[in-house]
């Protein structure tokens, strides 16, 4: 008790600060109680029952599946991406709250029974990323992916928007050490993990798949997106996909084409490419103002030597000043199976909207820096014995891809969340600011006789009022959300 108790130290600055540590029910993580609020009205409690399965024998189990599955949610929500940390917040009591089923005072008194004191322990929530890297509740998150998408847009059965778009694309997860599946990537210069991933215009991640570190970027794309584009069709009439110059691969092409999917995609340039838009290149044009560009797009017909038959590009050339001594105009191509209807200029300003989505990548990766770090440790004892042969070790490249989609699962929320705080605004919030303004809130839990009283710093009182308001009128307690406060996809 002295060590945790009374006071501690001076401080030399100013000898009149002295520092005391309380027992107090003092919590600095008071926004994980409007980030539970916030998963409930989302149905992600029945969504994680309906897709995820417990593994563990019951008659063992002291924390529930729901618990803990919240307790990996929140503290990932609330910045805390070592799964160590969980000890250091064990007795938090804003974090208990927001964890427990249980109702009433009960999250914060002594545990009754087989009731959890405080939160899991860290080998409990490291076992529950080995529960999650079943192939079940690795295609199960998957699952809750898409539903939880599709439910926080609202629409009422047969409703469809007139089209929406998908971004596909892929980004290294950089790694320390010899996690399994992890290699160097001589183009991104580290050893790594190359998952690639699938976003919708809304800002929602609709899935993940975990790759090896050295693999092409569109090893696997097909497979994995194809069934995403098909289930996106219960939104939309047109399905359109979106992707960088790594993905044009011949199967993929074909199937989308065959399917009825729309696809614009940036054309790795070769001499065929550059020969057909040599003489548009040479075209004069009258002197671009300082500091000024303009932008100019041609249809071109284009068959490289793996496609069975023609398809449209678009040459889009850039003109700048010449202040520079610039002495080639600057070009790219584009890919697409959109009728002519849609002009080049379309086509471009499509594609431009991808930088939206690459955007919302860093948001992600800032937010949410998971590190994929689990790794095969063979355990030889267990609580003083020694394991019985044969051990079944776990899969830590599962486990790194269930991680991979719990991350994915939390950055839905925080969006979210950022989305509602900032409706009032007109604009866009990242999820990080959203976190530090809304979630990073000094707070203390006041028992009663049969109320937990809350109290917060007066100062955020205003954003947690406008947060609620704006969460009552989109995602009532009772019934469906609603979306009448929400972007409507073009």
């Not at 696809?263 to 040479?282: C, D, G, H, Q, S």
């Not at 002495?327 to 584009?334: A, E, I, P, T």
């Not at 006789?449 to 995602?475: C, G, Q, S, T």
Request: glycine share 8%; hydrophobic share 40%.
């Amino acid at each position: 008790m002295g060590d945790s108790q009374g006071t501690l130290f001076p401080l030399e600055f100013n000898r009149s600060i002295h520092l005391e540590a309380r027992p107090e029910c003092v919590s600095g993580e008071s926004g994980s109680l409007l980030m539970r609020e916030l998963m409930d009205r989302l149905g992600y409690p029945q969504l994680f029952a309906r897709h995820l399965h417990d593994p563990r024998d019951a008659a063992r189990v002291r924390h529930p599946f729901q618990e803990l599955l919240r307790t990996a949610v929140l503290l990932l929500a609330q910045g805390w991406s070592d799964q160590s940390d969980v000890k250091l917040l064990r007795d938090d009591p804003a974090l208990r709250l927001a964890v427990s089923s249980r109702r009433g005072q009960r999250p914060l008194r002594e545990a009754v029974g087989r009731e959890p004191e405080g939160l899991c322990s860290q080998p409990t929530l490291s076992r529950l990323s080995q529960d999650l890297a079943i192939p079940v509740n690795v295609s199960g998150m998957g699952a809750v992916l898409l539903d939880a998408a599709e439910q926080r847009r609202g629409l009422r059965p047969g409703q469809r928007y007139r089209e929406t778009t998908l971004d596909l694309d892929s980004l290294p997860r950089e790694v320390f050490g010899h996690q399994p599946g992890s290699a160097w990537n001589g183009h991104y210069r580290m050893r790594c993990y190359h998952p690639i991933l699938v976003r919708s215009e809304w800002g929602d991640y609709l899935g993940a798949k975990l790759r090896p570190g050295n693999v092409h970027t569109a090893d696997g794309g097909l497979a994995f997106v194809l069934p995403i584009l098909r289930r996106a069709r219960n939104w939309a009439e047109q399905v359109w996909l979106r992707a960088d110059a790594g993905f044009p691969e011949p199967e993929l092409l074909e199937t989308l084409e065959d399917e009825g999917f729309l696809y614009v995609a940036r054309l790795k340039t070769n001499a065929a490419l550059e020969r057909l838009a040599a003489p548009l290149l040479a075209l004069p044009r009258s002197p671009v103002p300082a500091g000024a560009e303009r932008v100019w797009t041609h249809e071109l017909t284009y068959r490289a030597g793996s496609w069975t038959h023609p398809r449209r590009v678009v040459l889009v050339v850039v003109e700048r000043s010449r202040e520079q001594g610039e002495l080639f105009l600057d070009h790219f191509f584009l890919l697409s199976n959109a009728s002519v209807a849609i002009s080049g200029d379309a086509l471009l300003e499509r594609y431009r909207q991808r930088g939206g989505a690459e955007k919302d990548f860093g948001d992600w990766n800032q937010a949410l820096d998971v590190a994929l770090s689990s790794a095969p440790r063979p355990k030889t004892h267990y609580r003083g014995r020694e394991v019985e042969a044969p051990y079944d070790e776990p899969d830590s490249f599962a486990a790194n891809e269930a991680r991979l989609l719990l991350s994915l699962v939390v950055a839905n929320l925080l969006h979210a969340g950022a989305e509602l705080l900032a409706r009032d605004e007109g604009g866009r919030m990242s999820r990080e600011r959203f976190r530090q303004l809304l979630l990073k809130v000094t707070g203390r839990a006041l028992l009663g006789a049969h109320r937990i009283r809350f109290v917060i710093d007066a100062a955020r009182a205003a954003l947690w009022r406008r947060f609620m308001r704006r969460l009552n009128h989109v995602y009532p307690a009772r019934g469906s959300p609603r979306t009448q406060a929400l972007p409507t996809p073009a």
